[in-house]
């Protein structure tokens, strides 16, 4: 499976933004979803995902209530939408997919088998 991110840019805070992630070589309903992001210096950490199996959900605290991750399976793409940036939220993003994975490891990014490329948010002050 192959995946890949864009709708990144440069945004001024407050603003929104959503990120698309195509998903080719499989149905992107049979796959744990996710959103990763990695600031400078900073290691990867989960943003949001949507567990393969019921859809149900999971956001990191500091974006729960801006940020909504959903997906198209007609379309085969995971979206993230973002709302109310901050500056604090420019990072490169990265989605991810795992078929396998459990859901107690579901914000763990070793825990994903497959990436995308990565795009870059920045967000002004």
């Known amino acids: 499976v192959q995946l890949q991110a864009y709708g990144g840019g440069l945004v001024q805070a407050g603003g929104s933004l959503r990120l698309s992630c195509v998903v080719s070589?499989?149905?992107?309903?049979?796959?744990?979803t996710a959103w990763f992001r990695q600031a400078p210096g900073e290691e990867r950490e989960f943003v949001a995902a949507i567990f393969r199996s019921h859809g149900r959900t999971y956001y990191a605290d500091s974006v729960k209530g801006r940020f909504t991750i959903s997906r198209d399976n007609a379309k085969n793409t995971l979206y993230l939408q973002m709302s109310r940036l901050e500056p604090e939220d420019t990072a490169v993003y990265y989605c991810?997919?795992?078929?396998?994975?459990?859901?107690?490891?579901?914000?763990?990014?070793?825990?994903?088998?497959?990436w995308g490329q990565g795009t870059l948010v920045t967000v002004s002050s």
């Open positions: 991810a997919a795992d078929q396998s994975l459990i859901l107690s490891s579901i914000r763990s990014p070793s825990a994903y088998d497959y």
């Open positions: 070589g499989s149905t992107v309903s049979s796959y744990t």
